[in-house]
């Protein structure tokens, strides 16, 4: 008796997988740009949240000072025992702006890097001022009256008015 043995191989014919590639292709088509729609909605989001954050500090360093920070000049301060006083910040210059929103500050809005009876106003802001998300820096351009719209040649930070307190990103 002769008993032959199938030695047949079962798989996959290249129609079969030609149809797995181009499914699993048109669901990549599908998803990937969902991705990228998130990412730009948590950017939109951090741009929000900083910009809130940042008017904020703004605000109250005006209702506890009565101008609003950057106007008037941050250096020349006469600081507390241990603390240092703030070597750059022209009126109307982002030193000033950046000094007064982060440094401990008296009436005057002169900016030290420590607190006593004088220096008991903020800091308004922990830290750096924050990036914005849509330009990845946080330079700030300082506005004295001008003209807020338009984009500098810094763009990618912030635009600040001393005037009228106002911050846009700039992009």
Not at 75 to 87: E, F, K, R
Request: charge should be negative; aromatic fraction near 8%; glycine fraction near 10%.
């Amino acid at each position: 008796m002769n008993i032959q043995q199938s030695t047949t191989t079962k798989g996959f014919t290249l129609v079969e997988l030609l149809i797995v590639v181009i499914i699993l292709a048109i669901l990549a088509a599908i998803i990937v740009p969902q991705f990228s729609a998130s990412t730009n909605d948590a950017k939109a989001a951090a741009l929000q949240s900083n910009l809130a954050n940042m008017r904020s500090a703004i605000e109250f360093y005006y209702q506890e000072h009565g101008e609003y920070p950057g106007r008037n000049i941050a250096t020349g301060a006469t600081c507390p025992t241990g603390s240092t006083a703030v070597t750059a910040g022209a009126a109307n210059s982002e030193e000033a702006l950046i000094a007064q929103l982060t440094r401990y500050t008296n009436d005057a809005g002169l900016a030290c890097t420590g607190k006593d009876a004088v220096f008991k106003y903020g800091p308004y802001i922990k830290g750096a001022i924050p990036d914005n998300p849509e330009g990845s820096n946080n330079t700030v351009v300082v506005v004295s009256a001008g003209v807020l719209g338009l984009a500098s040649a810094a763009a990618g930070g912030w635009r600040y008015d001393t005037v009228t307190g106002e911050l846009i990103a700039d992009n």
